[in-house]
C-alpha cells in the first residue's frame, strides 16, 4: 500500500486510483490479468485504462494527460501526473529486473513499459549491447524480447567457466556480442610462445531468431552451426549439448580429425613431433577430449581479488610445462603465502590441482652469476631454506600446543599465558620480510643453473626477487603426488618462474591479458571457496 500511496498520490480528497480502478472492473465485469515478475512480462498484454496517453508515448507525441493537470502552480502529486515522455526516462533508469514489478502498480506503468526505449537502454546498460536495435522491428523482435528472451534468461551462464573434462580441464568465457551470447574456449598459444596472445574458438551461440524463444547453436566442428542445448543446473554450473554430433565427423575418418586437431591444438604435424613420449600423451588427450563431442558441465571460476600489498598483480597466466605443452596457471595471494593453481591440466597434474606455492616469509638470495651456473650451489641454499622451513613449522606446532595447554590451565592462580614469545617471532618474521624486499634490488642478472632443461629458453636474464617455493609432482594418473622444493623467479610484473630442482626442469610463466567480464569473485570467502571445489573435484 505504501507503494501504490507514493506512486498513485493518495491524499484526503483522493481515493487510491488502483482501488477505485480495481472496483470500477469487478462492477463492470472486467478483469485485467497482472504480469509475471518476469521481464518478458513487463509492459506485456491487457486492457489500458487510458488509451490516448499510449498513443502519445508510443507515437511520440507530447499532449498533456488529464492526469497531468493540476492546479496553477502546483507540482505534481504522482507519478501520473509527469509527462509520458519523463515516466520513459524514469523507467528506463530503473534496473530490468525490477520493472516487472512496476508494471503491477496500474494499467498505464504497464503500458508505458511496452516502450522499446526503454528496453534499448537497459540491454545497452546492463549487457553492453552497442548494436542498433531499431534493426530488429523488421525482424518483428522487440528490445524487451532480447531483454527477456535473451539477456535476462542467460545471465547467469555470462563470466568464466571450468569445463569438465577429466584431467584436462579448460577455459570458457561466456559474452555478449552483439545480438549474440557466445560461448569462447581460450587456448594458450602453441608451444613454447609463451608470450604470445591467446588463442579461441566458439563452442556454442545463443540468439533470438523469432520471437517465441532464444536458439541454441552448437559450434563444435567444421560443418558450421548446429542444433545444440543448454541447461541451467544452477547458478555456478551449467552444461552443454550437441544435437547433431555427425556435424563434428569428417569424410576421412578419425585420421583425419586427428590431423586437423592436430594442427589447431599444437600448430604442427605428428611427423614434427619427434619425442615419442609427447606424441603419446598427444593422442591420449584427442582421444581423451574428442569423446564429449561438446557435451560438458561447466563449474564457474573466478578471477583472483587483488590488494595494494600483492607482489604482482593477481590473475591468470600460460606456462611451460615440459612434454605436455603450455597451461593456463591462476596465480592468487594468501597472506605470506602466493599459490598457483591449474585451470587446464594434464594426467599427471589434474585441472584443479595447486601445481605451485610460494613462501613469501622466505626469499632467497641467489649467488652471483658465475656461481649461479652451477647447479649444486643453487640445490644446496634452497635445501637450507627448505630445512629453516621445517624448523619453524615445527617450532609453531610446539608454541600451539603449548598455547593449548596454557589456555586449558588458565584457571589456574599461577598459570601464566605462553604464546608471547611465538607473537614475537611471527612479528620478527614479517618484519623481516618486509625488510626483505624493500632491500631488494630493482633488478639482478638471472640465468638458468647447467643441466636445467628449459622448453622456452627465451626467458629474461634479469630478475626482481626470488623465493622459496614448493611445485607438486607425481606419476601419471596423479599418482604418488608430492610437493618438493623448487625457487619463484619473480622477473617483472607480468612475467615469473619457477626451476623444479627435483625435475631439473624450468617453467615460465606469462601473463594473459585479456579482460575477462563477469568474472569477478563477490568475496574473499566466495574465491576461496571457489579454490577449494575444483581442487577436490580434481582430487
Not at 502519445?56 to 507530447?62: A, H, L, T, V
Not at 496553477?72 to 530503473?94: N, T
Not at 591467446?198 to 552451426?225: D, N, S
Not at 627465451?458 to 626482481?464: A, G, S, V, W
Amino acid at each position: 500500500m505504501a507503494v501504490c500511496a507514493r506512486l498513485c498520490g493518495v491524499g484526503p480528497a483522493r481515493g487510491c486510483r488502483r482501488r477505485g480502478a480495481a472496483r470500477e472492473q469487478r462492477r463492470g465485469g472486467a478483469g485485467d490479468s497482472e504480469p509475471d515478475t518476469d521481464p518478458e512480462e513487463a509492459g506485456g498484454g491487457g486492457a489500458t485504462e487510458d488509451e490516448e496517453a499510449a498513443e502519445r508515448i508510443e507515437g511520440g507525441r507530447s499532449a498533456s494527460h488529464p492526469a497531468e493537470a493540476g492546479p496553477a502552480g502546483r507540482a505534481p502529486l504522482s507519478l501520473l501526473e509527469l509527462p509520458p515522455e519523463l515516466l520513459v526516462q524514469i523507467f528506463g533508469s530503473l534496473p530490468g529486473t525490477d520493472l516487472p514489478s512496476l508494471a503491477r502498480v496500474c494499467t498505464t506503468f504497464r503500458r508505458i513499459l511496452r516502450t522499446d526505449t526503454i528496453w534499448r537502454r537497459r540491454c545497452r546498460e546492463e549487457y553492453g549491447v552497442c548494436e542498433n536495435l531499431r534493426k530488429l522491428e523488421i525482424t518483428g523482435v522487440s528490445c524487451r524480447d532480447v531483454y527477456a528472451k535473451l539477456l535476462h534468461r542467460y545471465r547467469h551462464i555470462l563470466g568464466l567457466w571450468q569445463p569438465d573434462i577429466g584431467p584436462y580441464g579448460g577455459l570458457l568465457n561466456v559474452v555478449v556480442n552483439g545480438l549474440f551470447i557466445i560461448g569462447w574456449m581460450y587456448l594458450p598459444p602453441h608451444d613454447p610462445h609463451v608470450d604470445d596472445p591467446m588463442r579461441f574458438k566458439p563452442l556454442f551461440r545463443i540468439h533470438l531468431m523469432e520471437r517465441k524463444c532464444a536458439t541454441v547453436e552448437c559450434m563444435y566442428g567444421h560443418k558450421g552451426p548446429h542444433n545444440g542445448h543448454i541447461q541451467i543446473v544452477k547458478k555456478d554450473e551449467f552444461s552443454t549439448k550437441c544435437n547433431q554430433t555427425d556435424h563434428h565427423r569428417m569424410s576421412g575418418g578419425r585420421q583425419e580429425e586427428f590431423r586437423t586437431w592436430l594442427r589447431e591444438e599444437w600448430g604442427r604435424t605428428l611427423e614434427d613431433i619427434f619425442h615419442e613420449h609427447m606424441q603419446e600423451l598427444i593422442l591420449m588427450k584427442f582421444i581423451y577430449t574428442s569423446q564429449y563431442d561438446n557435451c560438458l558441465t561447466y563449474r564457474r571460476i573466478y578471477l583472483p581479488p587483488s590488494s595494494p600489498d600483492d607482489l604482482i598483480k593477481p590473475g591468470l597466466f600460460k606456462g611451460t610445462y615440459g612434454s605436455h605443452g603450455l597451461e593456463i596457471v591462476m596465480l592468487s595471494f594468501h597472506g605470506k603465502k602466493a599459490k598457483g593453481t591449474k585451470i587446464t591440466g594434464d594426467p599427471n597434474i589434474p585441472a584443479g590441482q595447486q601445481t605451485v606455492e610460494i613462501d613469501l616469509a622466505h626469499p632467497l638470495q641467489l649467488p652471483d652469476i658465475e656461481n649461479l651456473r652451477d647447479f649444486s650451489e643453487l640445490s644446496r641454499i634452497v635445501l637450507e631454506v627448505q630445512e629453516q622451513v621445517r624448523r619453524e613449522e615445527q617450532e609453531q606446532e610446539h608454541r600451539q600446543e603449548e598455547e593449548d595447554r596454557s589456555q586449558q590451565a588458565a584457571s589456574h592462580p599461577a598459570a601464566k599465558p605462553l604464546g608471547g614469545e611465538g607473537a614475537e617471532g611471527e612479528e620478527t618474521a614479517a618484519g623481516a620480510e618486509g625488510t626483505t624486499q624493500d632491500k631488494a634490488p630493482a633488478s639482478q642478472p638471472f640465468v638458468l643453473p647447467m643441466g636445467v632443461i628449459s622448453r622456452n629458453e627465451d626467458y629474461p636474464r634479469t630478475c626482481r626477487i626470488c623465493f622459496y617455493g614448493t611445485g607438486l609432482i607425481a606419476g601419471h594418473g596423479f599418482t604418488s603426488p608430492e610437493r618438493t622444493p623448487g625457487v619463484f623467479v619473480l622477473f617483472d610484473d607480468d612475467r615469473f618462474g619457477f626451476i623444479w630442482l627435483e625435475l631439473k626442469s624450468f617453467s615460465l610463466y606469462s601473463r594473459i591479458k585479456v579482460s575477462f567480464q563477469n568474472a569477478e569473485a563477490p568475496s574473499r570467502e566466495a574465491f576461496d571457496e571457489m579454490l577449494k571445489n575444483i581442487q577436490s573435484l580434481a582430487t
